[in-house]
């Protein structure tokens, strides 16, 4: 945590993952952000994973260091509320009327309704099209083509990706374009709706990195290559003691410095010589003809444990990894274990874990204390009070009248 955006109100009216990692991000660095969700949780509350006692660590994960209220949205006072929050404070204040949500352009939480409550207001709303249907980033990343490149050479069948890329993505991507408006709205006093959908987001991706001017000029999209790094000689290999690693070469020092760790300089010299090509400076090259390069890595790999090789690599600053299993990996130092970006705190489920605050270092800033996710409805009879400015007696009609818990 972070206490560079302290002062900023931010509320959230959103679900799932791109949204509320948007408001996380803000979070981490400071800002009050105040999350509204239906009495009872809304479609995200429970999603797994789960732990044993069915609390979920999916919904603690992503609203860490936030403020919850809970609100029935199905009825006309509970979305008066809403509205409220998300324009508050009504009329002017420079730190507050930022709005991060997925609900839908239409309806009451559009912003031609909101920013009649509040003409400066500042709203990211997360979509999956652009034209406003449903996606979500499994069906956006499935339109893309991904899926048909990625897995074994030899499987036509399309894989799908583990981490959920798109909304990630989008969700950092709208923590950027909000900060970038309130920049705006302090220079100028305007306001203004951004709509950040998956779909754009994942289609200018796509174009950035190159993959769209690929297939409009050859004609088809990239073939699958199993672990074959694209355009670079990297790919997964197999030690004596039965370890698989990740190599990669890019560079010309990466790529001598493992020719000469693993005693591959005579080998890789006599198939340049045969080919009449230098792969020591094009890593294209090293790409085009990883056929013949492959066997002898395989060949060296195979001749050496990783205790042997971990020493030669690190000397030579090849780069490289071991495969292992999350489970490993939550010992491993430079990921999580003994890692200062976390923090062993008591969450809602009643659990205790480690918790990561921003993952930024900033050396100038003093890393502060990271917050847990609050309870369903905690901060309900605080938010109203303070930034509605409702009185007691106005809250405990609400609650009597079961418009809020």
């Not at 929050?85 to 930022?98: I, R, S």
């Not at 905690?378 to 930034?387: F, K, N, R, S």
Request: glycine share 10%.
């Amino acid at each position: 945590m972070y206490d560079l955006l302290k002062g900023l109100r931010v509320v959230e009216g959103a679900a799932f993952v791109a949204a509320p990692t948007c408001a996380l991000y803000l979070a981490q660095f400071g800002a009050e952000v105040i999350r509204f969700d239906n009495i009872g949780g809304g479609p995200d509350f429970r999603r797994w994973p789960l732990a044993e006692n069915g609390e979920s660590l999916y919904w603690e994960g992503l609203n860490k260091g936030k403020k919850s209220i809970a609100i029935d949205l199905s009825r006309p006072e509970g979305r008066e509320i809403a509205q409220a929050l998300a324009a508050a404070p009504n009329g002017e204040g420079e730190d507050g009327g930022l709005f991060v949500t997925n609900f839908p352009v239409d309806g009451f939480l559009s912003y031609e309704t909101l920013s009649r409550l509040r003409p400066d207001l500042i709203c990211v709303r997360v979509m999956g099209w652009a034209d406003g249907s449903q996606g979500m980033d499994y069906t956006i990343n499935a339109a893309l083509g991904l899926p048909q490149m990625t897995g074994p050479q030899d499987d036509p069948r399309p894989v799908n990706h583990v981490l959920a890329a798109w909304d990630l993505l989008t969700g950092a991507y709208c923590a950027f374009t909000l900060v970038s408006a309130l920049l705006a709205r302090h220079r100028t006093g305007q306001g203004r709706e951004i709509r950040a959908p998956l779909s754009d987001i994942a289609a200018a991706t796509m174009a950035n990195l190159g993959f769209t001017a690929e297939t409009q000029l050859q004609g088809h999209q990239r073939p699958r290559m199993g672990n074959d790094i694209f355009g670079a000689f990297g790919r997964d290999f197999r030690t004596a003691d039965g370890k698989t690693l990740m190599l990669l070469a890019i560079t010309p020092k990466q790529w001598s410095k493992a020719l000469e760790a693993l005693g591959l300089k005579d080998a890789v010299a006599a198939v340049e010589a045969e080919l009449g090509v230098s792969f020591a400076t094009d890593e294209g090259l090293r790409f085009t003809h990883r056929a013949r390069l492959y066997p002898l890595f395989e060949q060296a790999f195979a001749t050496k444990t990783l205790a042997q090789l971990a020493p030669a690599f690190d000397a030579g600053g090849v780069t490289w990894g071991t495969y292992q299993p999350l489970e490993a990996a939550l010992d491993d130092p430079r990921l999580f274990k003994g890692n200062p970006l976390f923090q062993d705190i008591a969450q809602p489920s009643g659990l205790t874990y480690p918790v990561p605050g921003a993952p930024a270092t900033i050396p100038q800033d003093e890393r502060l204390p990271v917050r847990p996710a609050p309870r369903l409805g905690q901060h309900t009879d605080e938010v109203l009070a303070e930034v509605l400015g409702l009185p007691s007696t106005e809250i405990a009609r609400l609650h009597d009248a079961g418009v809020v818990a």
